[in-house]
């Protein structure tokens, strides 16, 4: 297993530090209602990669100034590969760099985090083997099977990238139409059973205008974000038939500030499980693709201290971001640079690992009890949901930062 890369910045030699130098997660940060400014995360610091190029340490096109990650990730991975490779030298422990770097970092604790790039599109997938049992299981009232296509290819849909918002952004709850099994007629209301979805969300770094393999499609995707996809149940479930999820989906879907490469995540790459049927060609793996990263969703709330209602792996999943990409491009669909594809829930195959409160609570019939002495069957307003996940090292840990966003009252 990898080792610590130890840093002169003493705060990433940590064993518990989210951002020691294994990882220079890529973010926008601001201070003073500033613009936005590309950093890296490096211990308790961020490093102003904006103030670097200005000053000529650093030559990138001026991508590093423009206020975001879209402009650099269209260099290609060339380029990626050549700032992960200055900045490792740079801060690592005697590179002698201090002097020059130090005038550039400052405390995470003084900074605003931004969005960390523009999101063009953003597709959802149903990828979790567990998920999509239990979601059949509960709905349904089947034994567990999935639909017959499940096992052949990975099953999403078109999202909006309008609502795509970074963690401290407040979740208003939606408004639509419902209707329960003994109403008559649907009614128009505020969501009775708004959810969380605990996802991985993979950032395409590289345009394509035809189909790519899973071994490019693999290549293209610049890093990684923890996804919350909210969901109301409750107008999912009226209008899910027959084109799938629409307006229940289209609130919010909330990201965390941190865009972890691939590089970074590349010694926890690990195997799916082994599959019930064969895929066809175009969606055979070449090697490990997905990561070992463990997870946790947390409510917290108006009244008490946060409760881990979930743990789970990304892992567990069936599909990995590189085949999801792959089949998204099999019918000629460009993707564009900031194109932004959510793994679907992740859940794992304990009760205590499923990813979302309808699994959790089995659609409210079995409440979560908080710390507080508080149950929800699903999320209530004021209440804070935050995700949080790494990947361990040996002596260190790859972490994404959190997730972490408030429900407010609807506006009806």
Not at 68 to 81: C, I, Q, R, T, Y
Not at 158 to 184: C, F, H, I, Y
Not at 261 to 288: I, K, M, S, W
Not at 354 to 376: A, F
Request: aromatic fraction near 8%; include cysteine.
């Amino acid at each position: 297993m990898t080792d610590l890369i130890r840093s002169w910045v003493e705060s990433a030699n940590a064993e518990t530090a989210e951002f020691p130098l294994n990882n220079l997660p890529y973010g926008v940060f601001a201070r003073d209602g500033k613009p936005g400014r590309c950093c890296t995360a490096i211990g308790t610091h961020v490093l102003d990669l904006h103030g670097l190029e200005e000053a000529g340490v650093l030559d990138f096109g001026g991508t590093l100034r423009s206020g975001d990650w879209s402009a650099f990730m269209a260099l290609g991975k060339p380029e990626w590969d050549r700032l992960r490779g200055w900045l490792l030298t740079a801060l690592a422990e005697g590179a002698g760099a201090e002097s020059t770097l130090s005038p550039h970092l400052q405390a995470l604790s003084d900074v605003q985090l931004l969005m960390p790039f523009t999101v063009t599109e953003f597709t959802d997938f149903y990828a979790s083997r567990h998920h999509a049992s239990n979601v059949g299981r509960v709905l349904r009232g089947t034994n567990g099977e999935v639909p017959p296509n499940w096992l052949h290819i990975p099953i999403g849909y078109n999202g909006r990238a309008s609502s795509v918002a970074v963690s401290g952004t407040d979740v208003r709850r939606p408004m639509g139409q419902l209707k329960a099994k003994d109403e008559a007629m649907p009614r128009f209301g505020p969501s009775e059973r708004f959810d969380f979805e605990l996802e991985f969300g993979a950032i395409v770094g590289q345009p394509s205008g035809g189909m790519i393999d899973v071994a490019t499609a693999f290549d293209n995707i610049f890093g990684y974000v923890l996804l919350n996809d909210w969901s109301a149940r409750d107008i999912q479930a009226w209008e899910f038939q027959p084109l799938g999820p629409f307006q229940s989906k289209a609130a919010a879907t909330t990201i965390s500030p941190w865009i972890v490469t691939a590089a970074a995540l590349e010694p926890f790459r690990c195997a799916a499980a082994e599959r019930e049927v064969p895929l066809l060609d175009y969606l055979q793996e070449n090697g490990p693709m997905l990561y070992d990263v463990e997870l946790e969703v947390a409510l917290a709330p108006p009244s008490g201290e946060e409760t881990v209602v979930t743990r789970s792996n990304y892992k567990h999943m069936y599909y990995s971001a590189a085949q999801q990409l792959t089949h998204h491009t099999t019918s000629g669909c460009p993707m564009r640079v900031g194109d932004l594809l959510g793994s679907g829930t992740i859940s794992g195959p304990e009760k205590l690992s499923r990813g979302c409160m309808i699994e959790l609570t089995w659609n409210g019939q079995e409440p979560v009890q908080l710390s507080s002495g508080e149950t929800r069957a699903y999320i209530e307003d004021g209440d804070t949901v935050t995700i949080r996940g790494h990947a361990q090292g040996n002596g260190f840990r790859v972490g994404f930062g959190a997730c972490s966003n408030r429900v407010v009252p609807s506006r009806g």
